[in-house]
């Protein structure tokens, strides 16, 4: 058993959040990792923005600066923030944990740290890795991806097609406009009585969501304009009720951002068994199989092609949603927690 500390200065979240809001990618993450390393065994700490004290299956979560850090620390996942890479010298080993695109890490505050300290790095996918220039310091570089929480893979195979309905659940400024347009020039038009709901909003993205709020509303106020042509508004949900809107769901859709090194919301839907049509931009490539469980489309063209395939050919549908529930569920987080077991000195 190993003492394992992680500590995050971005929003405030713990262990209860995903189950009572939306929560980001990144912070969900977080919870799955710590939650999975307690699990195994291990004596496991959060330090971060969190509210208050509290221990959360098994997770010890507690405010940044509230009071002392624990000692004996036998691996250190610094997360993402620059401040915290040098946060705890005195643990056997640290690692330094990113999600975005590893331009920011070419700043100064992070060079020098990462140089210092020469963590391991942790990227979430290889296209997530090609981000970090071959110059810029730190210790290994490492790609671990993201798990896949267990809650979504543990939807049955459908043998009845679900209803016309496509899904959206990634931030609306990841080009939703762009989806809008091709949905009510090109894709409802094709495929009569065709819904495209929409699960998404400032919400999920705590106060980094709030400086975007006007942003994002001004995309959300598009789609609701075009509710006569099947586009519904839904908000952001909790990850429980996006689990039972996927078993209404016949694909997802959405562009993929080169700002996005891994795209849970798309992983998700794979793993429950919704079929996907991406565009071929950063890391959606690597969530779908194209022409097994879904489409990784090379044009705008083909996206409308596929999009209205999935739609309307029952056969279609099935084969994509099963080879997804087969193919796209199986790295979960014990596995992930096992490539970090890798890192602990012995």
């Known amino acids: 058993m190993a003492r394992i500390l992680l500590a995050d200065d971005g929003i405030e979240f713990d262990g209860r959040t995903p189950e009572q809001k939306p929560l980001g990618g990144v912070e969900s993450s977080v919870v799955n990792l710590m939650q999975a390393f307690a699990k195994g065994g291990h004596e496991v700490f959060v330090r971060n923005r969190c509210h208050m004290r509290l221990i959360h299956h098994g997770v010890n979560w507690q405010p940044l600066d509230d009071g002392p850090w624990p000692s004996g620390i036998d691996l250190y996942i610094a997360n993402r923030g620059d401040k915290l890479i040098e946060r705890m010298p005195t643990a056997k080993r640290t690692v330094f944990w990113t999600h975005n695109p590893a331009q920011y890490m070419k700043k100064w505050r992070y060079l020098s740290k990462l140089w210092r300290v020469k963590p391991a790095i942790i990227f979430i996918g290889d296209y997530h890795a090609t981000t970090y220039p071959d110059w810029a310091p730190g ?3 490492i790609v671990i991806p993201y798990g896949l929480a267990d809650a979504f893979c543990l939807a049955k195979p459908r043998a ?9 659940t990634s931030n609306p400024l990841r080009s939703l406009d762009w989806l809008l347009e091709l949905w009510a020039k090109h894709i409802e038009p094709q495929v009569p009585g065709a ?10 993205y705590g106060t980094v969501g709030d400086k975007k709020a006007d942003a994002m509303a001004q995309v959300i106020g598009l ?5 006569g042509q099947g586009v519904r508004v839904r908000g952001a949900v909790s990850k429980s009720v996006l689990i039972d809107e996927f078993t209404r769901a016949r694909c997802m859709l959405y562009r993929g951002d080169l700002n996005e090194t891994f795209c849970l919301a798309v992983g998700e ?12 931009l950063g890391s959606v490539v690597e969530r779908v199989r194209t022409g097994e469980t879904g489409y990784v489309a090379k044009s705008d063209g083909q996206f409308i092609d596929n999009a209205v395939e999935l739609l309307s050919n029952d056969s279609t549908w099935r084969a994509h949603h099963l080879a997804a529930l087969d193919l796209q569920r199986h790295w979960r987080w014990p596995d992930v927690v096992a490539r970090f077991e890798e890192l602990i000195p012995n």
């Open 139 to 141: 210790g290994q570089r």
């Open 223 to 227: 789609a609701e304009t075009l509710g």
């Open 160 to 168: 009845k097609a679900p209803p016309r309905r496509a899904i959206f």
């Open 195 to 204: 819904e495209l709901h929409l699960f998404t909003g400032a919400a999920t």
């Open 269 to 280: 839907a794979q793993a429950s068994g919704v079929p996907a049509v991406v565009r071929d």
